[in-house]
């Protein structure tokens, strides 16, 4: 991964605001790569689904009561009717652009800076407005996650911006 060069007047607080952003920006590929990990598990849900289905009704004939083979056998039918493609299409996409945006900032390419602030508002606003409905801790934290990206990414596009750092 390189580095920008950093002016020699950065101080210590810079250096470690630089720090986070560089392990928020990769929480964020992790993130991305994630989703298009879920992405690809969705396309074939179906085939896997089925093949779950005979292994769940084969430990469920050796011990009817098996706990967590009774409590898939209940949720298969729920994770089958759920994975449609918009779910395929959203996650692989959402992943891929969480992706190519982080390798554009950790490899310090300027266009990605503002690029990714704003991309990164419209999920955090998308993640709002699924929030209404679900009220769900993981999307709120991972929306506070976001927010904290965004401000990082702004701090460091405004700092080297300033000191004009930018690699050319």
Do not use: C
């Not at 289905?53 to 009774?70: C, G, R, W």
Request: net charge neutral.
């Amino acid at each position: 991964m390189k580095r920008m060069t950093v002016p020699p007047q950065e101080t210590r607080g810079e250096r470690y605001l630089h720090s986070i952003f560089i392990w928020g920006v990769a929480l964020k590929a992790f993130d991305g790569f994630m989703e298009v990990a879920g992405g690809i598990a969705l396309l074939f849900t179906g085939p896997l689904a089925r093949f779950a289905e005979v292994l769940i009704q084969n430990e469920l004939i050796e011990d009817p009561h098996d706990f967590i083979a009774t409590h898939l056998q209940h949720a298969l039918p729920v994770l089958i009717a759920n994975s449609g493609w918009f779910a395929t299409a959203y996650l692989l996409s959402h992943g891929v652009i969480k992706v190519f945006l982080a390798a554009g900032l950790l490899r310090d390419k300027v266009w990605a800076y503002p690029t990714a602030i704003i991309v990164f508002i419209l999920f955090i606003v998308y993640q709002l407005y699924r929030y209404a409905f679900t009220h769900s801790p993981f999307l709120l934290l991972l929306t506070l996650l976001d927010l904290a990206v965004v401000w990082l990414t702004w701090h460091e596009y405004r700092y080297f911006k300033k000191h004009h750092v930018f690699p050319e």
